[in-house]
């Protein structure tokens, strides 16, 4: 990078985030722990049915939705949009200015996603998958997400390092898109309802756009950023990072209307062409990650942030893969209406961007903040809670959900035998989510820990403040001192 | 590449060529949406669902029965079966002709071609138009789920996971209100080994006074609650029971022709 400018103390950038990340990290690492605590009620549901049944706001279709509101609006996009401010100040070599508006609309975007969660578990969820969250809840949560984008993209404007780094492009870009898709979803399915199958479509297509491209540019652009930066290896290279860039908004944003639904033959079958198209920018990326951890995967293994980065990547190529086999018409005859659909989003929400985002967390938080994590060894227990977490969560899903399939396109079999036959592999998943659970209570731990020890030194300044015009040397003492000699 | 200009260019073209096909192109197709004729018929479908249905529907929305429930019925192809509507003069020579000959599951081409034959040998025979595939075989509809099925549900609700039965049809499968009820209140009462969660808080049990309700639930012997009470369920269990029973996927379409089998008189 050319040195036009003297480069800045990275402190200090680092510093300017502080308060606004800790306020978005610190809700999201609750909502995380709230949103699993849910998962495992709704899961617990499949080894008795009868469980919590006599409470409306436990009952299963309501729990599940919130439990995945709280994961994908509680945390991911909130991380996201902190991991996002924090890179881009970085790579600008700017500090933020007015960190007041990001402190305000991470606080916002937090009350927006607990109304949207009260209103599931009430029963005003909209009804619509990944969107569950009604007006009194997304109005809030769009503007708070314009207010933080905007400041991100001013950081990003008033760059002193002119050179875009290809990390940029997909923070960028998914900065960009949130709002488009978010407000043309809550328009035209909450605000003002299209009729029909439209209202389906408009639902398919924001929740890809969402779950599988949004994710994927913060969480790639992300990787791209802390790989080379943890392992000490430049990104190989800028141009097949740009190239996958391109192909994947190209191809992925068209994917997510499922085959043989009940919609004009040509959405499914171009959704079906882009999958398969996407294959490309998949294999591009893990071109890229392989290249650039290659040769130093054992030297960064003992780095917690990598591991959980180097982890993502690997969950993120292989829930493409699963994404692509679930299009292709000739598989999603057996993956149709299963439990492959949940592992695969599963993966690509936690396996991936929320491993991810921890990783990046964990970081750069106590940079900006200045202070180590309460609980450093906790970071390496963290990592193997959710790794395997992930794969008993998913695994189990994906094997049972193909089985199902095959029970289902197969008449003969009653259909209660194709639940019976998936019941194991449903509690066996629940042994996942509470390894997640834990791993996630970790996370939590160390997040409100390091608040809290934040807020502990802030308050000890606040003594010192109080206390030091006694001491000769402090500034009110001098101010008094200059009064005296000009009188 | 030095500054943001392309990023947002490229993000503009390929980002919103896909909001102009999947959101725009849908609604300026679908978005305009009219009831269609049933096929042979001068009908109007869809005619739009009761009073309680629809409120039915904002029940089962709040309640995430889509979860674990679709509505769309896959198929997988059709089929066509040859019926002898009438043996003419000849009857023995055609009941010779048609003995030897496969007349269910043909294509077109060849149900076409045994017509023909039917008809030289002095017979009369018309084609039945059978929709095929694992669903339909499990009769959970007569027919795949289409467009036209769901034009004025809102929101509509589709589903994506099969932990229960499709329900697209749930209500010329099980027309009987009380059935519905007593499945939303106990579903392992009616469905051994069921893994629906019971909504047993759409329902009231109350000591029976003077006179039983007369919504009041009938139970199957040794099942229901105890002597001297009784369930009666809330305004939300009955219209989402209508609800239920309002789902049909079978009306023959243009889209998605079948022939009725109550006009078959199988020789």
């Known amino acids: 990078m050319n040195n036009m400018f003297a480069k800045r103390d990275s402190s200090e950038i680092d510093r300017s985030c502080c308060i606004p990340l800790l306020a978005l990290f610190g809700g999201a690492a609750l909502w995380l722990v709230f949103g699993s605590v849910l998962g495992l009620i709704a899961s617990i549901k499949f080894h008795a049915p009868g469980f919590l049944a006599n409470c409306a706001w436990l009952t299963y279709g309501r729990l599940q939705p919130a439990a995945d509101d709280a994961l994908l609006y509680g945390f991911c996009l909130p991380a996201g949009l902190g991991v996002a401010l924090w890179v881009l100040a970085r790579l600008s070599q700017t500090p933020l200015r007015g960190a007041i508006v990001p402190i305000v609309a991470a606080n916002l975007w937090h009350l927006g996603v607990l109304v949207g969660l009260v209103a599931i578990l009430i029963g005003d969820g909209t009804g619509f998958a990944w969107l569950e969250f009604p007006r009194g809840s997304s109005v809030p949560i769009f503007f708070a997400y314009l207010l933080l984008a905007l400041w991100a993209m001013m950081v990003f404007a008033r760059r002193h390092e002119r050179t875009l780094y290809p990390s940029q492009w997909f923070l960028v870009a998914a900065l960009f898109w949130f709002p488009w898709i978010y407000s043309t979803a809550n328009l035209f399915l909450v605000a003002w309802p299209v009729r029909g199958v439209a209202q389906a479509v408009i639902g398919w297509w924001f929740a890809n756009n969402l779950l599988l491209v949004w994710t994927a540019l913060v969480g790639l652009g992300t990787a791209f950023y802390f790989l080379p930066k943890l392992t000490g290896c430049p990104l190989q290279s800028h141009y097949l990072a740009l190239f996958a860039f391109w192909t994947f908004i190209l191809f992925a944003t068209w994917c997510g209307i499922p085959p043989g639904a009940p919609v004009p033959v040509w959405l499914p079958t171009l959704s079906a062409v882009a999958a398969a198209w996407l294959l490309v920018p998949l294999l591009v990326i893990a071109i890229v990650g392989l290249r650039t951890v290659w040769g130093s995967v054992k030297s960064s293994w003992d780095n917690g942030p990598f591991c959980f980065i180097g982890f993502g990547l690997d969950c993120f190529c292989l829930s493409g893969l699963m994404l692509v086999a679930m299009a292709c018409p000739q598989i999603s005859r057996w993956t149709d209406f299963t439990w492959f659909g949940p592992a695969e989003t599963q993966l690509r929400l936690y396996g991936f961007f929320a491993m991810t985002m921890f990783g990046a967390v964990y970081y750069l938080l106590p940079r900006a903040v200045g202070m180590e994590f309460p609980f450093p060894k906790l970071v390496r227990a963290h990592f193997w809670l959710s790794l395997v977490g992930v794969a008993l969560l998913v695994v189990p899903l994906a094997i049972g959900g193909v089985l199902q399939g095959l029970k289902l396109q197969n008449p003969d079999i009653a259909f209660a035998d194709t639940t019976k036959a998936m019941l194991p592999f449903l509690r066996v998943s629940t042994l996942g989510l509470t390894a997640m659970l834990l791993g996630n209570l970790l996370f939590f731990v160390n997040i409100i820990g390091l608040t809290l020890r934040w807020k502990l030194a802030l308050l000890k300044q606040f003594i010192a403040f109080v206390k030091s015009p006694l001491e000769p040397g402090s500034a009110c003492a001098s101010l008094r001192r200059d009064k005296e000699v000009r009188a | ?267």
């Open chain 2, 1 to 267: 590449m030095k500054n943001g200009f392309p990023v947002f260019l490229a993000s503009l073209l390929a980002l919103g060529g896909s909001w102009c096909g999947f959101v725009l192109a849908p609604i300026v197709q679908l978005g305009g949406g009219q009831q269609t004729t049933i096929l042979n018929s001068s009908d109007l479908y869809p005619l739009g669902r009761p009073g309680m249905a629809n409120q039915g529907l904002q029940v089962y929305r709040a309640n995430g029965c889509a979860a674990c429930h679709t509505e769309q019925v896959q198929q997988s192809g059709v089929a066509c079966d040859v019926v002898l509507t009438s043996a003419g003069k000849d009857p023995a020579g055609v009941t010779n002709l048609i003995s030897s000959l496969n007349l269910n599951g043909l294509d077109k081409a060849a149900a076409d071609g045994l017509v023909d034959k039917i008809t030289a040998a002095g017979g009369k025979a018309e084609i039945h138009i059978i929709a095929t595939g694992p669903d339909i075989t499990r009769s959970w509809g007569r027919r795949h789920s289409v467009a036209e099925d769901f034009l004025y549900d809102d929101p509509v609700q589709l589903g994506s996971l099969r932990i229960g039965p499709d329900l697209a049809d749930a209500g010329t499968r099980q027309p009987d209100a009380n059935w519905q009820l007593v499945h939303l209140y106990a579903p392992q009462n009616v469905v051994k080994d069921s893994a629906m969660p019971p909504f047993r808080y759409l329902f009231r049990v109350r000591k029976i006074n003077a006179a039983p309700s007369p919504d009041a639930l009938v139970f199957s012997k040794g099942s229901g609650p105890p002597t001297g009470y009784e369930v009666v369920p809330t305004a939300r269990a009955q219209e989402l029971a209508a609800y239920l029973l309002s789902l049909h996927a079978d009306v023959s379409l243009h889209d998605a022709p079948f022939t009725r089998p109550a006009a078959v008189s199988k020789p």
